[in-house]
């Protein structure tokens, strides 16, 4: 849940560069998508980091 939220704040960072840039619906949804999908697995490997770093052989 916490990468998902994490994704969609990518998403929104993403849609917001684009528009700064001046690009159109169609940037803004390639920009947010690509920070989206970048957002949710570098959260993904951090959850998973912290969830298993202290009792990975245990």
Request: proline residues 0%; glycine residues 14%; positive net charge.
């Amino acid at each position: 849940m916490n990468a998902l939220i994490i994704g969609i704040i990518g998403l929104v960072i993403g849609a917001w560069r684009a528009r700064k840039r001046g690009g159109k619906a169609a940037d803004m949804a390639t920009w947010g998508l690509a920070h989206g999908f970048a957002f949710t697995v570098v959260a993904f490997f951090i959850l998973m980091w912290f969830d298993f770093g202290n009792n990975w052989f245990f």
